[in-house]
T-cell receptor, first 111, second 114 residues
Framework: GDSVTQMEGPVTLSEEAFLTINCTYT??????LFWYVQYPGEGLQLLLK?????DKGSNKGFEATYRKETTSFHLEKGSVQVSDSAVYFC??????????FGKGTMLLVSP | EAGVTQSPTHLIKTRGQQATLRCSPI?????VYWYQQALGLGLQFLLW???????NRGNFPPRFSGRQFPNYSSELNVNALELEDSALYLC?????????????FGPGTRLLVL
């Protein structure tokens, strides 16, 4: 079955540092890939997505590239802010189906 | 445009009771998904409804059930509540099989079973 593996957290960074959160996946077909973010006490917000190989999703300074050869979708941001502190979830779906999530990575950014 | 809405925001029940959670999808969306986010267990898929029909079900006992109404809103019912049902229940909606598959989430209902 499908699965998503994320790096374990928490990831602790200082403001303006570079962020990478690794995500790899296993899927039977050609999934669409997503990053969702969950701020404390809230639901999930879609951060970015990519639907085919070599697509780059981007939003709010975050980027992720769909790498079919390495089955990866790593999340990056050049300069994090305190307000980026949240839990980040990598997820996939194959067609019109349910989402398979990674376990989430907590990001803590200090001033 | 309004996003996915869920009610209530918080719900406190005791063991053995029943809980009913509600979800209204984004206008035009026909698919509704339910997920459970329990402490330490991550996000687990519960149920998927599309056009009023149950399309898929996660690995949960039958006391978790739901339905989708003609206006595409949905209810999740949990019978015979157990302590381990305490969790954040998230609803998501998408255009369904007629369009884009991206799921958009509501703020969740936090269920506490005492």
């Amino acid at each position: 079955g499908d699965s998503v593996t994320q790096m374990e957290g928490p990831v602790t960074l200082s403001e303006e540092a570079f962020l990478t959160i690794n995500c790899t996946y296993t899927a039977t077909g050609y999934p669409s890939l997503f990053w969702y973010v969950q701020y404390p006490g809230e639901g999930l917000q879609l951060l970015l997505k990519a639907t085919k190989a070599d697509d780059k999703g981007s939003n709010k300074g975050f980027e992720a590239t769909y790498r079919k050869e390495t089955t990866s979708f790593h999340l990056e941001k050049g300069s994090v802010q305190v307000s980026d502190s949240a839990v980040y979830f990598c997820a996939l779906t194959e067609g019109y189906s349910t989402l398979t999530f990674g376990k989430g990575t907590m990001l803590l950014v200090s001033p | 445009e309004a996003g996915v809405t869920q009610s209530p925001t918080h719900l406190i029940k005791t063991r053995g009771q029943q809980a009913t959670l509600r979800c209204s999808p984004i206008s035009g969306h026909t698919s509704v998904y339910w997920y459970q986010q329990a402490l330490g267990l991550g996000l687990q898929f519960l149920l998927w409804y599309d056009e009023g029909e149950e399309r898929n079900r996660g690995n949960f006992p039958p006391r978790f059930s739901g339905r989708q109404f003609p206006n595409y809103s949905s209810e999740l019912n949990v019978n015979a509540l157990e302590l381990e049902d305490s969790a954040l229940y998230l609803c998501a909606s998408s255009l369904g099989t007629s369009g884009e598959e991206t799921q958009y989430f509501g703020p969740g209902t936090r269920l506490l079973v005492l």
